[in-house]
C-alpha cells in the first residue's frame, strides 16, 4: 500500500510545489493511516492544514481506498 500512496503523491505533489511546498511521505500505519511532512511554503501556511484534508487525504482516499486518514507529522 505504501507504494501506491507514493505514485497518489506523486501526481498530487505538482500542485503543492506550484505555491512553493512539497509534502513527504513518512508512514503508511497498518490501520490506514497516512503520515506526511509538510515543507516549504507548506510547512507555515495558514491554510496547510485544509490543504491536507481537502486536498490530500480526498486525492489519496480516491486513488488509494484503503487509506483512512492523513495526518501531518
Known amino acids: 500500500m505504501k507504494e501506491k500512496v507514493q505514485e497518489a503523491l506523486n501526481e498530487i505533489r505538482p500542485h503543492l510545489q506550484a505555491d512553493g511546498g512539497d509534502i513527504e511521505l ?6 490506514g493511516v497516512v503520515k506526511v511532512r509538510l515543507v ?8 496547510a492544514q485544509m490543504t491536507l484534508q481537502l486536498g490530500v487525504e480526498r486525492a489519496l482516499k480516491q486513488r488509494v481506498p484503503q487509506v483512512k486518514a492523513v495526518e501531518a507529522v
Open 40 to 47: 516549504g511554503a507548506c510547512s507555515g501556511c495558514p491554510g
Open 26 to 31: 513518512i508512514e503508511v500505519t497498518k490501520e
